[in-house]
């Protein structure tokens, strides 16, 4: 017995994703088309929405009644007002509610492009009926200014969302930022991990972005002030005789925000071809990513771990004008002094190289064609292929590892293409 997968069923899995409601992929940000475009600060605005949500926990936990809201009372309510997440369309993914809250401002000034007057505008990549062919889907996010920098409306959502989960990881296996943020990037040839190699970046829309790592790293530091008390930055504190909570601080991202979270400073790396599609669109526009500036050099190098979320190139005071795969270079631990080579091989593969060490990822569509052994051309029975072998496969294991890291249920209109499937063959 043997799978196949005809056109219909191929299409109605690409189909189920490219009209779903809302995006549920990982945003980009091209913040080289809109430098320029934007000139009023969303900083009050933003702020202000976490205060009310600061001041809102701190007020119910002092409506606790007969028991007494402690701090881990507080912490929870904390985490469900500021931290709490809505999930996006069809794949669930989750979404910070202060991300879906700045979209929804019309108030607000921002940049929005059309995708085609984008750096990734050179292919359909937010067409994701078209990612067999592709191999990619990304979607860009919109532009604000944020306390002065220039910064992708997906920053504020890695910011408390991935704060978030650097919190947690590290409070609950007793580590530091450093292990958590190599949790984070994952490995390279993990595509289907829940990490920035994987299905949250790398491997879905081809784009390593640093100042993405940047701001979930500044989003664990606002969570260590605001989720405990008695630290010199706790947004909280508690009267010892009343057990009353207040606000000791006001909230703003005027202390997070820094030069790390604007891509094009904190320069991406990108897949070899996507990497040269966005170096012709920067040529185009006269741009490099990176600076020279010494000032902003100075301003990278004095931040805290800068090594764990700036590019290397820009630590060093160089212009990236060359991107992975041809010449990009990516971390791939917590220390990553040095440079993983991104190369693309004759056969379509990538080739993650670090001294001696080569780690592979082979990037490629697999066949739906029938081997010789399928034929009977070598003499034997035909051979069951499995489900991983044909292309619905690349659904499952996206859905499967999503659901696997967030705890819930495939949704049943992926269930539904994969029962197709199984129907779909022929003994």
């Not at 945003?27 to 605005?45: H, I, K, P, Q």
């Not at 996010?141 to 990881?169: N, P, Y």
Request: net charge positive; glycine share 10%.
């Amino acid at each position: 017995m043997r799978w196949r997968a005809g056109p219909v069923v191929v299409m109605a899995a690409v189909l189920g994703l490219a009209l779903q409601p809302g995006r549920a992929w990982a945003d980009e940000t091209d913040n080289f088309t809109c430098r320029g475009r934007v000139t009023r600060d969303s900083l009050a605005a933003l702020d202000g929405w976490v205060n009310a949500r600061l001041r809102e926990a701190i007020e119910q936990a002092n409506r606790a009644g007969k028991k007494p809201c402690d701090e881990a009372c507080l912490s929870r309510l904390l985490q469900d007002g500021i931290g709490g997440s809505s999930p996006k369309g069809i794949t669930l993914i989750p979404g910070s509610r202060i991300a879906k809250w700045v979209n929804g401002q019309t108030d607000l000034d921002r940049c929005h492009l059309e995708f085609k007057e984008t750096i990734y505008g050179a292919r359909r990549y937010d067409q994701p009926w078209r990612f067999p062919f592709l191999h990619r889907i990304i979607f860009v996010a919109d532009s604000i200014r944020l306390s002065g920098q220039l910064v992708g409306v997906d920053k504020v959502d890695h910011f408390i969302r991935e704060g978030l989960a650097h919190w947690k990881f590290i409070q609950e296996r007793g580590v530091d930022i450093a292990a958590s943020m190599a949790h984070e990037v994952g490995t390279p040839g993990h595509g289907m991990a829940w990490t920035e190699y994987g299905v949250k970046g790398m491997s879905l829309t081809g784009v390593f972005a640093y100042a993405d790592l940047a701001a979930g790293y500044f989003g664990y530091r606002f969570w260590q002030d605001a989720l405990a008390l008695g630290r010199t930055g706790s947004f909280v504190s508690r009267d010892a005789a009343t057990g009353r909570y207040t606000q000791r601080r006001t909230f703003t991202f005027a202390d997070y925000v820094n030069d790390a979270w604007d891509e094009t400073i904190n320069c991406s790396i990108f897949v070899p071809k996507l990497g040269v599609e966005v170096a012709a669109a920067l040529a185009k526009r006269a741009m490099t990513c990176g600076t020279t500036d010494p000032a902003i050099r100075a301003r990278l190098i004095a931040l805290p771990d800068a090594a764990l979320y700036v590019n290397p190139s820009n630590l060093k005071g160089e212009v990236q004008t060359r991107q992975a795969g041809i010449g990009g270079c990516a971390p791939v631990d917590s220390n990553w002094p040095g440079c993983v080579r991104v190369k693309p091989s004759p056969m379509g593969a990538r080739s993650f190289e670090r001294g001696s060490q080569a780690l592979h990822h082979t990037e490629s569509t697999e066949s739906t064609e029938d081997t010789d052994e399928d034929r009977g051309n070598s003499g034997t029975p035909p051979k069951r292929t499995s489900v991983a072998s044909v292309f619905p496969a690349w659904l499952w294991r996206f859905v499967r590892a999503t659901f696997a890291e967030t705890g819930a249920q495939p949704p049943i209109a992926a269930c539904r293409v994969r029962t197709l499937l199984l129907q779909n063959r022929t003994d």
